[in-house]
T-cell receptor, first 111, second 115 residues
């Protein structure tokens, strides 16, 4: 079946550095992509989204890049802070009308 | 007000019991979901449901059944609970449509422990 996967299960960065979290997807029909942040004991929370007619979208300290040619999605976090420590998921929606998640990356911000 | 609320937050029960988890959304969304998150944090979709169709992940045992009394509610009923059902279950909702997909909003999760 279709799947959304992440390259790295864990990522550690120094406070103040930039973080990059990657995601590969396999469904070429996917037209909407989302990054979620999940803190311990909480449900996933929306960070940023991007539609398939775009290749870049910026939010506050976050940027999502979409490369449809290689079916790759990335989340960049600028000036990473301790509060950014969490599990990050990419997710996609296509013709199946459901949201499919990748396996998650644990981001740890080091002091 | 909480957008997506699910109850209970914690549920401990014995094997073989039947239990339900309730979910309500006040966002006016047309689609609701149930996800299971295992100990490795993998989020696996179990069901997606709107007022027109139910999509069931084929790997979900038929002991699990979604019940939707109305558009704002999607409850999860589990029969004959097994040890392997222990996980965190998340309810979510979103608005899906042609070119108008929106992000899903999640509840806080229900941690189910089967003993």
């Amino acid at each position: 079946g279709e799947s959304v996967g992440l390259h790295l299960p864990t990522l550690s960065v120094q406070e103040g550095d930039n973080s990059i979290i990657n995601c590969a997807y396999s469904n070429s029909a996917s037209d909407y992509f989302i990054w979620y942040k999940q803190e311990s004991g909480k449900g996933p929370q929306f960070i940023i989204d991007i539609r398939s007619n775009m290749d870049k979208r910026q939010g506050q300290r976050v940027t999502v890049l979409l490369n449809k040619t290689v079916k790759h999605l990335s989340l960049q976090i600028a000036a990473t802070q301790p509060g950014d420590s969490a599990v990050y998921f990419c997710a996609e929606t296509g013709s199946a009308r459901q949201l499919t998640f990748g396996s998650g990356t644990q981001l740890t911000v080091l002091p | 007000d909480t957008a997506v609320s699910q109850t209970p937050k914690y549920l401990v029960t014995q094997m073989g019991n039947d239990k339900s988890i309730k979910c309500e959304q006040n966002l006016g969304h047309d689609t609701m979901y149930w996800y299971k998150q295992d100990s490795k944090k993998f989020l696996k979709i179990m069901f997606s449901y709107n007022n027109k169709e139910l999509i069931i992940n084929e790997t979900v045992p038929n002991r699990f059944s979604p019940k939707s009394p109305d558009k704002a509610h999607l409850n999860l009923h589990i029969n004959s609970l097994e040890l392997g059902d222990s996980a965190v279950y998340f309810c979510a909702s979103s608005q899906l449509g042609q070119g108008m997909n929106t992000e899903a909003f999640f509840g806080q999760g229900t941690r189910l422990t089967v003993v």
